[in-house]
């Protein structure tokens, strides 16, 4: 039940500042944070990270709830609590990008840094989640995980 709280916590948080983006600052503007480098700024994206791919709504409808099912199996059967944290953060990032797909076709992101002259795209909580999520399932991969070892029976004609 911990994994399904985490979940509705961080769809919760997506949902609450899209909220607040959305009715505070109209589509388009721009309002500085941090001088040059932090603004809070309200845009749709049509399509996936960075942009790409764009006007693919229903793709990509249809591939996040083929992989939050694949999730949720994965999160039944393991016995990990760090697999299961770590879908769980995934699950709730992908959940709030999810409902903008279905109800606006597309995904509000407000959080735009600039370094510079370059303009890292615009994004938002529950892209931060999809991220620090996908950072943690490496970890868990490439440092926790270890394969079952596998027995190896003895034939009749060894001896």
């Given amino acids: 039940m911990l994994w399904i709280a985490i979940v509705l916590v961080l769809l919760a948080i997506d949902r609450?500042?899209?909220?607040?983006i959305v009715t505070n600052i109209e589509y388009g503007d721009r309002v500085p944070v941090i001088g040059d480098f932090f603004y809070?700024?309200?845009h749709d994206n049509?399509?996936?990270?960075?942009?790409?791919?764009?006007?693919?709504r229903y793709f990509f409808i249809i591939?996040?709830?083929i992989v939050a099912i694949i999730m949720i199996i994965y999160m039944t059967k393991t016995q990990s609590r760090f697999l299961k944290l770590t879908?769980?953060?995934?699950l709730g990032g992908a959940s709030g990008n999810l409902i903008d797909r279905i109800y606006k076709?597309?995904?509000t992101d407000f959080l735009d840094f600039h370094f510079g002259s370059y303009n890292f795209p615009t994004?938002?909580?529950a892209d931060m989640c999809v991220?620090?999520?996908t950072v943690l399932l490496a970890i868990y991969m490439l440092f926790i995980y270890k394969e079952p070892e596998k027995k190896i029976e003895k034939s009749n004609d060894e001896s």
């Avoid at 879908?87 to 995934?90: F, G, N, P």
Wanted: glycine share 18%; charged share 5%; no cysteine.
């Fill in 87 to 90: 879908l769980s953060v995934i």
């Fill in 46 to 56: 049509y399509g996936a990270a960075w942009g790409m791919f764009q006007n693919g």
């Fill in 63 to 65: 591939m996040t709830v």
């Fill in 123 to 125: 994004f938002n909580a």
């Fill in 40 to 42: 809070l700024t309200n």
């Fill in 16 to 20: 609450y500042s899209k909220y607040i």
């Fill in 105 to 107: 076709g597309g995904v």
């Fill in 131 to 133: 991220v620090a999520g």
